[in-house]
């Protein structure tokens, strides 16, 4: 089973980052696409109880502005001849 989640990967890989590149796609699962990458990338974050989040202002919701800044600033990003961000090889 491990050898088949191996092979497969590159290609759930691409077709994640294919979803979260696209605008046509609803912004809901646009959103599920980069978290699912990020989890199986940089782990999961863990959850923390609301009143603890407070006390944390990195941790609050980004507002609507923050979103779209972040949005053009990942679209700035280089890529490769391959469409990979950075030309880290991914994909």
């Known amino acids: 089973m491990n050898e088949l989640a191996l092979k497969w990967s590159p290609e759930a890989l691409r077709t994640l980052m ?3 590149r696209d605008e046509e796609e609803e912004t ?3 959103i599920r696409a980069a ?3 990020l989890d199986r990338g940089l782990g999961k974050v863990a ?3 609301e009143e603890k989040r407070q006390t944390f202002p990195f941790l609050q919701p980004l507002s609507e502005a923050e979103v779209q800044l972040l949005e ?3 679209k700035t ?3 490769d001849s391959n469409g990979n961000l950075n030309g880290n090889g991914v994909g």
């Open 18 to 20: 294919r979803i979260m």
């Open 28 to 30: 809901k699962e646009r």
């Open 35 to 37: 978290e699912i990458i």
């Open 47 to 49: 959850e923390l109880p």
């Open 72 to 74: 053009r600033a990942v």
């Open 77 to 79: 990003l280089p890529e």
